[in-house]
């Protein structure tokens, strides 16, 4: 129950915030408690899901954060209002602002949607009801992920000069994109590390 009012709290705040850092920062509250959830329901598919969300969610969050950082050291501002048409100034900024808005709401083929849909499915296992829930959320994470990408990359372009991403900004981007899609296409790779963790949950829940 204090996961699912996480999860809709932490995704309903996301979507009217129109600082950049803040949606995001909201949104880790809604994914983590989507965590919590798959911690609590206790069963195989819940706890891998869980284990999964939290190591994807490393790499979308921690990737949008240094990228709105860069826009605001270029801009001088995190305000949505204030912000708009990257995919015409700068397309590797606007690229890769694409990519983590897409694992951000959990699209097929990202880590992020592995785990959650491994959460959701768990917890169908124990408590429907919840299971709805935790699902509803994955629509909520489509509006501000969509209106995070429209904020930034699409638009007039404001300010009309934005210096493009480096190559040393650039890099880790990569890094982070390049493993997001290897969990979200093969799963197995990560999960396969945390089996132990898993199991060792698992055995802690037996009576």
Not at 76 to 83: E, H, I, S, V
């Amino acid at each position: 129950a204090l996961g699912a009012a996480g999860a809709l709290y932490g995704g309903f705040v996301a979507c009217g915030q129109t600082d950049a850092k803040r949606l995001v920062a909201y949104t880790s509250i809604a994914h983590m408690t989507i965590v919590l959830m798959g911690v609590a329901a206790g069963v195989h598919y819940a706890l891998a899901g869980a284990a999964v969300e939290m190591v994807a969610h490393s790499f979308s969050a921690s990737a949008l954060f240094m990228l709105i950082g860069a826009l605001y050291e270029r801009t001088q501002t995190r305000d949505l209002r204030q912000l708009g048409g990257l995919q015409q100034t700068a397309p590797r900024f606007a690229a890769a602002f694409a990519m983590f808005c897409s694992a951000l709401l959990a699209l097929p083929g990202t880590a992020n949607f592995v785990g959650e849909a491994l959460v959701v499915v768990g917890i169908f296992q124990v408590n429907w009801p919840f299971a709805l829930v935790a699902l509803s959320t994955l629509i909520v994470s489509v509006v501000y992920a969509t209106r995070l990408l429209k904020g930034v990359v699409f638009g007039e372009a404001r300010p009309r000069h934005v210096i493009d991403l480096s190559w040393r900004e650039y890099v880790p981007v990569i890094v982070l994109s390049v493993a997001t899609l290897v969990v979200g296409l093969y799963p197995q790779s990560l999960i396969a590390l945390l089996e132990p963790a898993i199991k060792a949950a698992l055995v802690l829940k037996l009576p």
